[in-house]
């Protein structure tokens, strides 16, 4: 009698680790190596290149505005593919192309050079891989989105923190050019391969459920008044991408995701090169630099967790605003020591932003279709990620600071955060009509 009640799921991948966290180790190694391509790490290479060549800050940040915006092209076919085919090959091919573009890098001789190199470099990494990353685990996790998207995260976080630690040493020693093509080599082994071997497309390809429960668990948590249970039910809402452009919360996420992009990677590139102005050594510049990608990863930790109790959405709106403080008091920044208070301060803010923006799509609209409704937004956002940084490169040569600018992101961050106030997930808004 026992052989007829065998369950649907076998037993050997019930009892073993949820394959959905090996997929969270594949994109944490995608995202530490991606970090090459941050605005944070860039920021460590606008000095010393621009020096040696002679070129402005604008020249610099031009071949980002072209590379990031060209990435918004991409996003738009690349979206739908990642839903349909997966992301394993896609992933697989940009890691590297990419890494080729920056070994490639240490050979520069013109300003021509560097502007193709970084154009393609900036589209793949803007386009495919800031996309692909976000959209794959969101697909294995219900119940546990928040802390999985987290825990993902941190591969980018220890990215940032550690990549521009070996990058300014390098620099120090000489040579930049040295500097890209160690992270365009790290590249090709830390994460190209991982993600060829580990990475599938979602958890029913391999006869299993998200969190990996199975049937009858999920049912149970859907009957009980648990956390769980709250969890469960967005798996319920599956919506495509023309019914998310529907509804007026999809607008309002995208004007408020585009202020937080024109101001937080702008930030981002040039925070060092403000500390460096500002007096502060380089290393100790760096230092800070790395001791914010390290509170960033616990932040975001903490918020992955605070969004499966009083949702993304809730969690998001303090975060922004906390941000928006942070542009103001980077301002107050004359020391080292001030460096490093602040490089924790707003490394706790931000550290949940990009994580919750992966939740809160998938939260409001469903998994199934996360790449193609995020494949819509995400190229307006590059317009917006490609101009802050070059708008704060132009208000620097026009003004030889970064106070008027800076001050401008920080009332757009507090815009976003009151819009996310405003939007109300799909199902809420169905339940009060």
């Known amino acids: 009698m026992r052989e007829e009640k065998t369950p649907t799921t076998p037993p050997s991948r019930k009892r073993g680790v949820y394959y959905g966290w090996v997929i969270v180790i594949v994109i944490g190694l995608g995202g530490f190596t991606q ?34 915006m060209m990435g918004g092209i991409v996003a738009l076919k690349a979206g739908p593919m990642i839903d349909r085919l997966g992301a394993r090959w896609i992933l697989t091919v940009t890691f590297a192309v990419l890494g080729s573009t920056l070994v490639l890098l240490a050979l520069i001789q013109t300003l021509w050079q560097f502007y193709f190199l970084q ?35 941190l591969g980018q976080r220890i990215g940032n923190a550690v990549t521009p630690l070996y990058v300014q040493y390098l620099v120090l020693q000489g040579s930049w050019r040295h500097a890209t093509a160690v992270a365009g080599i790290l590249m090709w082994v830390v994460s190209m391969i991982p993600i060829a071997i580990f990475l599938r497309r979602r958890p029913e390809d391999m006869g299993l459920r998200p969190d990996g429960a199975d049937p009858e668990e999920e049912g149970r948590r859907e009957q009980t008044g648990d956390s769980g249970a709250v969890n469960a ?31 937080a990677p702008a930030l981002n590139l040039h925070m060092l090169p403000y500390m460096t102005d500002q007096g502060i050594a380089e290393g100790y510049a ?148």
């Open 35 to 68: 970090s090459a391509e941050s605005y944070p790490i860039l920021g460590v290479f606008l000095k010393p290149m621009t020096e040696e060549f002679g070129w402005t800050r604008s020249d610099f940040a031009g071949a980002t505005l072209l590379g990031t």
């Open 119 to 153: 154009i393609v470099g900036r589209a793949l990494t803007m386009g495919i891989l800031a996309l692909a990353l976000g959209v794959v685990v969101p697909k294995w996790f219900v119940a546990k989105r928040g802390r999985a998207v987290a825990f993902g995260g």
């Open 233 to 263: 039910a967005r798996e319920e809402t599956s919506l495509t991408r023309a019914q998310a452009l529907r509804h007026r919360s999809f607008y309002l996420l995208t004007v408020a995701f585009s202020l937080v992009f024109v101001a």
């Open 286 to 433: 760096v230092v800070a630099v790395a001791l914010q990608s390290i509170c960033a990863g616990i932040g975001s930790i903490v918020t992955g967790f605070l969004s499966e109790r009083i949702t993304a959405r809730r969690t998001l709106v303090g975060i922004l605003a906390m941000m928006s403080l942070g542009f103001l008091g980077l301002l107050l920044v004359h020391e080292a020591w001030q460096a490093m208070l602040w490089g924790i301060y707003y490394g706790l803010s931000f550290g949940g932003m990009f994580i919750l923006q992966q939740v809160i799509f998938a939260d409001f609209y469903g998994r199934d279709n996360v790449g193609a409704i995020r494949g819509v937004v995400w190229p307006i956002q590059l317009v917006f990620n490609a101009s802050g940084p070059f708008v704060a490169a132009l208000a620097f040569d026009r003004l030889g600071s970064y106070t008027l600018i800076f001050q401008l992101f920080a009332a757009c961050v507090m815009i976003a955060s009151i819009l996310l106030v405003l939007a109300k997930p799909p199902a809420e808004q169905a339940r009060s009509q």
